[in-house]
């Protein structure tokens, strides 16, 4: 049986992961989505609740298509990673993603 807190570690990697990929810092998915300050860091990290609205925000950002991104955790890696490097030379600019309604970090922080 899947350790929920596992997987949910594993997403966040490969998160961090794709914005490594994409030669960006936490600072530059920050301003792209229009989020305070660090959050972007908080979040990867694990000291922010991760929630489905911010990886599909994150995944829109890089043009990733959420069945490439789950397939390469979970069964289809090299169909997924070969369709986002594809996705990756594209020559276009980001995507400019909505932030989520009513993200604070106060309600979102969680405590070590």
Known sequence: MMDPEAEVE??????????????????????????????????????????VMHVFQILMLFKVEPEDFFGSLYGKPVEAAGRMMERRREPAEAAQVRPASGTRRSKETTRN
């Open 10 to 51: 594993a997403v966040r990697a490969a998160l961090r992961g794709l914005v490594r990929l994409n030669d960006r810092g936490f600072a530059w998915v920050d301003r792209q989505l229009g989020w305070s300050e660090a959050t972007a860091s908080q979040i990867l990290r694990g000291r922010i609740k991760l929630q």
